[in-house]
């Protein structure tokens, strides 16, 4: 059996492997619900394969740091160059370019990564959005991590409630104090001292 017949072999071992290993993982490690009967190492693969936290960023940070110390350093050493000249030209000292290399490269460095960051805390606030929002409503079926979170339901959660408003109480109507008074037994308005010009009987 030659090298490419044994590439060959070996790779459709890997692909089938690899296809059970996904639906495994889909199976007892990717489930939420999974999480809590998992060991450390388990959980340690739940929270990676659900994008829990960002490798990214700790990437990002040390080639940030990595390219602003080779800048410095490039431009430090052209300090110390000199280009010598031929018939026609000139020898040219490299200080100038070496200055400038180290003071313009590290600014325009971090103005890359930090637009670079930038994007990266969007994402990040959009997951503790969607985290804070499942802790305040564990119903939810919302399970995208990067999903873009809900209006009405940030406003919910962080807009207090207003106390409900008591009713006003409803003060009855006082009497009328002139109300007429009339005669029990023929019915004709009684006259200021309360008698009927009827039958003279006050009520």
């Known amino acids: 059996m030659n090298y490419f017949s044994q590439l060959g072999a070996f790779s459709v071992i890997a692909v089938i492997l690899a296809i059970a290993a996904t639906v495994l993982a889909f199976i007892f490690i990717v489930p939420e619900k999974k999480y809590g009967k998992l060991n ?16 990214i960023e700790k990437i990002l940070q040390a080639l940030y740091i990595y390219s602003t110390a080779l800048i410095i350093l490039l431009g430090f050493f052209m300090l110390f160059i000199y280009i010598p000249g031929g018939y026609y ?4 000292w490299l200080g100038g370019y070496g200055l400038l290399t180290m003071i313009l490269g590290p600014v325009l460095i971090r103005i890359i990564y930090e637009f670079i960051i930038m994007a990266i805390l969007l994402i990040k606030n959009v997951i503790s959005i969607n985290n804070k929002l499942k802790n305040q409503n564990p119903n939810s079926n919302n399970d995208d991590l990067f999903a873009t979170p809900n209006i009405n339901e940030i406003k919910s959660v962080f807009t207090p409630s207003e106390p ?5 109480p409803v003060t ?32």
Request: proline share 7%; net charge positive; charged share 20%.
């Open 172 to 203: 009855p109507e006082a009497p009328a104090e002139n109300q007429a008074h009339f005669c029990t037994k023929c019915g004709a308005p009684l006259d200021q001292n309360g008698k009927c010009p009827n039958c003279d009987i006050a009520e």
């Open 89 to 92: 030209l000139r020898g040219q």
């Open 164 to 168: 409900a408003v008591a009713a006003a």
């Open 40 to 55: 450390k190492f388990g959980q340690f693969l739940h929270k990676t394969l659900n994008f829990k936290y960002l490798i």
